[in-house]
Nanobody
Framework: QVQLVESGGGLVQPGGSLRLSCAAS????????MHWYRQFPGKQREWVAS???????NYADSVKGRFAISRENAKNTVYLQMNSLKPEDTAVYYC??????????????WGQGTQVTVSS
């Protein structure tokens, strides 16, 4: 099995910054794309950012220029640096990672979610 543990959420004032982390552990053979999603109350999860195994990032238009996704392969960890935060960024943030396990199962795993609240 594979576990994803997220950290870094919290309360921040508008214009502030937070850095989210998501560390994968367990029966990991290979990690491919790593992604961040967010979910607003009463809404479906929406995609925020992705980073390929080669390190190429992509962003939703709503966060482009303010958020930066990165990965540290040696630690099986993906990060989301969030700058210039706005109240409308308030949501639960989830990481999502595609893993091939040591038993050759290929599937996506979700983190437990971390709350980000942007408020004065």
């Amino acid at each position: 099995q594979v576990q994803l543990v997220e950290s870094g959420g919290g309360l921040v004032q508008p214009g502030g910054s937070l850095r989210l982390s998501c560390a994968a552990s367990g029966s990991i053979g290979s990690i491919y794309g790593m992604h961040w999603y967010r979910q607003f109350p009463g809404k479906q999860r929406e995609w925020v950012a992705s980073i390929s195994s080669g390190g190429n990032p992509n962003y939703a238009d709503s966060v482009k220029g303010r958020f930066a996704i990165s990965r540290e392969n040696a630690k099986n960890t993906v990060y989301l640096q969030m700058n210039s935060l706005k109240p409308e960024d308030t949501a639960v943030y989830y990481c999502n990672v595609r893993v091939t396990t040591l038993s050759s199962q290929d599937r996506f795993y979700w983190g437990q979610g971390t709350q980000v609240t942007v408020s004065s």
